[in-house]
């Protein structure tokens, strides 16, 4: 999946092995860690498939007396998991990804005061990483924002904010994420901002998930399926089961990319874009065609050019940055997709007592300043970054 720095990748024969966020550190999974997947559920729920091998089973639910009340539990905002508990079905991924330790500091560019508002009457501009259904860390990020309230609601006014996509797989309440960014799109428009996302390469998995299970795709190994893929990538089996049309309508009519304020805004660091038009307006309606096609295979094909990773890392990233600006616009792009950690090199391993998760502080600036990556790793105990733009320079 991996796309050399302003190169188109080489056409080769893929396997499912293609589709599968890449350990790229090469950590192997302890034995521990190693249990058998659970069975699967009768026919016509292709939401309760077994977790991938490597996974880690829930914890056990705590014994409860018979006939013993059920708990109070408070309202939450989105539909999140209450206290510690985890939705049945939930499978933690995160030994699936390398683990960078505490100590090893990532130096990222932050921001460390609020930005103009533009004088054109518009609010400020807000952009959020990848959130890979970590409800409970979204919330916390836009609380300390100013963008939602106590009781996470709409709370910034004619501010504007963009999700770079990837809503679910991974983490424990992908739907309650989709659910928060309705209604927050709702709440900003009444309050005379908004709350927009893009499509990124998770909506697209589950979307096809859903819309064709198991029905193979011309994968050039021809044993490729959108389950299969939505499961090596995190797939939630209580994402699938509370999807409904409505969310699905909503992910399929999400732009791919948008130019906000001198700001090139979109999921993945690829140019693959340009596949799919010479115009911002030219892309979203590509591919939202294709969604509306319902082709199987036109939408694996389009699935799989958006998880291609890392167009603007290495030698040649800043040129590769250069035609996308140049063909749709912008001085900048601002991406999720690749975490921070992968692009900088500074991945650890999972030797040693301490194994937590990455220091993140803010968005990577990288390409000579002409990209932004905004996904800080939330996966690997990270961060979920919630930034205004513009940065500091």
């Not at 510690?84 to 500091?105: A, M, N």
């Not at 090139?264 to 140019?271: P, R």
């Amino acid at each position: 999946m991996t796309q050399g720095a302003g190169q188109e990748p080489v056409v080769r024969t893929a396997t499912l092995r293609d589709f599968r966020v890449p350990p790229y550190a090469q950590t192997p999974v302890p034995p521990q860690a190693q249990v058998a997947p659970p069975s699967t559920v009768p026919p016509r729920a292709p939401e309760a498939h077994p977790s991938p091998p490597g996974a880690l089973a829930p914890p056990p639910a705590a014994s409860v007396p018979p006939h013993a009340p059920a708990p109070h539990r408070p309202p939450h905002p989105g539909n999140a998991v209450v206290g510690d508990e985890q939705p049945e079905g939930y499978t933690p991924t995160e030994r699936d990804l390398p683990v960078i330790r505490r100590g090893d500091t990532v130096q990222v560019q932050t921001v460390s005061e609020p930005r103009p508002v533009p004088d054109d009457g518009r609010g400020p501009l807000f952009v959020v990483g990848d959130v890979h259904g970590y409800l409970d860390e979204l919330l916390a990020a836009l609380g300390e924002q100013g963008l939602i309230d106590a009781d996470g609601n709409w709370a910034a006014g004619n501010a504007r904010l963009w999700f770079l996509g990837d809503f679910t797989d991974r983490g424990p309440d992908g739907i309650g994420v989709i659910d928060l960014v309705m209604r927050l799109s709702a709440e900003a428009a009444a309050a005379g901002g908004y709350c927009k996302a893009l499509m990124g390469n998770h909506e697209l998995l589950l979307i096809g998930a859903k819309r064709f299970a198991d029905t193979p795709v011309n994968s050039g190994a021809g044993t490729a399926t959108f389950q299969a893929a939505w499961l090596l990538n995190g797939g939630q089996k209580t994402d699938m089961e509370r999807l409904q049309d409505v969310h699905l309508q909503w992910m399929s009519r999400l732009d791919a990319v948008v130019e906000e304020d001198g700001h090139l805004l979109m999921h993945s660091d690829t140019t693959a874009y340009l596949d799919y038009g010479s115009t911002i307006e030219d892309v979203n309606d590509t591919i939202t065609a294709i969604l509306t096609r319902n082709d199987a295979d036109e939408c694996w094909d389009l699935f799989r050019k958006l998880t291609k990773r890392f167009a603007f890392r290495d030698e040649g990233g800043s040129q590769a940055v250069r035609e996308l600006l140049t063909t749709y616009g912008g001085q900048r792009v601002v991406h999720g997709h690749s975490p921070i950690p992968y692009l900088l090199g500074e991945v650890g391993t999972e030797e040693g007592e301490d194994s937590s998760g990455p220091v993140i502080n803010g968005p990577h600036v990288y390409a000579d300043g002409l990209a932004i990556a905004m996904d800080g790793g939330v996966t690997m105990a990270g961060k979920l970054l919630v930034v205004q733009l513009p940065l500091h320079d």
